[in-house]
């Protein structure tokens, strides 16, 4: 299965950045997909994430009250709207989905079993 990100670049702190990741497999079917990232010298780090078996969401600490997580169920499509961005959100950000696991694992410990090519998001001063 592959997950296709686009919408990353560059962008100035306080800026906004829009990513989406889309499953083109129409017969794709997930517990959750959601958004990582992981920047140089740093170990990956839970974005956000949407469940689609159940209504749900959640959004990371580090970033919670800045981006939000929306989805398109019938397209397969996940976005993630960052706003007021900051240099530490600088990393590249990778899109997974979850296809193993009870549906109703917490959306941080899902075993993400497929993963995009990623996407960098630089933030500039």
């Known amino acids: 299965v592959q997950l296709v990100e686009s919408g990353g670049g560059a962008v100035q702190a306080g800026g906004s950045l829009r990513l989406s990741c889309t499953a083109p497999?129409?017969?794709?079917?997930?517990?959750?997909m959601g958004w990582f990232r992981q920047a140089p010298g740093k170990e990956r780090e839970f974005v956000a994430a949407?469940?689609?078996?159940?209504?749900?969401?959640k959004i990371g600490d580090s970033v919670k009250g800045r981006f939000i997580i929306s989805s398109d169920k019938a397209d397969n499509t996940i976005y993630l709207q960052m706003n007021n961005l900051k240099t530490e959100d600088t990393a590249v950000y990778y899109c997974?989905?979850?296809?193993?696991?009870?549906?109703?694992?917490?959306?941080?410990?899902?075993?993400?079993?497929?993963w995009g090519p990623g996407t960098q998001v630089t933030v500039s001063p």
């Open positions: 497999d129409r017969t794709f079917s997930a517990h959750a």
């Open positions: 997974a989905a979850a296809t193993v696991g009870p549906w109703n694992t917490p959306l941080p410990s899902f075993d993400y079993n497929y």
């Open positions: 949407v469940r689609w078996s159940r209504i749900g969401s």
